[in-house]
């Protein structure tokens, strides 16, 4: 349900894991590395992960979004390590047989994501300062 992984992210590959008859809905999410943040030049992000707990903090998410969600199938694949901007940082894909369920659970999905599991971001600017990103 969960991976984190250091290698780049094949977003059409990836959808195609979503692949199944009695979904008539995919929806999927793609977070890019931007340029600029809070009026700052980035030039590149570093991710750092406790990959347990973010494994298992994820599997509750997704028994809530099941629970309150009409979904047939859920991915996510977050990047750690460096990333430089324009670079895809997290994917998420959900099918579902409507696509209110699907839209709606994938919107769940990252904002929990985003709130709950222990991922961090460190940004980099041009000016040579980095800062960590709180709620990344």
């Known amino acids: 349900m969960l991976e984190l992984t250091r290698e780049p992210l094949e977003e059409l ?6 692949s199944d008859p009695a979904a008539g809905a995919q929806v999927t999410f793609t977070g890019t590395v931007r340029q600029s943040n809070r009026g700052r030049n980035v030039i590149r992000l570093e991710y750092e992960a406790a990959p347990g707990l973010a494994e298992s903090e ?6 809530e979004a099941r629970s309150t969600f009409e979904i047939t199938d859920m991915h996510c694949i977050h990047r750690i390590g ?9 994917w998420i894909g959900v099918s579902a047989p409507h696509r209110k369920d699907a ?6 999905l990252i904002d929990q994501l985003k709130l709950r599991l222990p991922i961090w971001k460190k940004e980099f600017y ?3 300062e980095s800062t960590w ?3 990344a």
């Open 13 to 18: 590959k990836l959808a195609r894991r979503l």
């Open 58 to 63: 994820f599997a509750k998410i997704a028994d």
């Open 82 to 90: 460096t990333l430089e901007v324009g670079t895809a940082a997290v």
């Open 103 to 108: 839209f709606r659970a994938c919107q769940f």
């Open 126 to 128: 041009a000016d040579g």
């Open 133 to 135: 990103i709180e709620g």
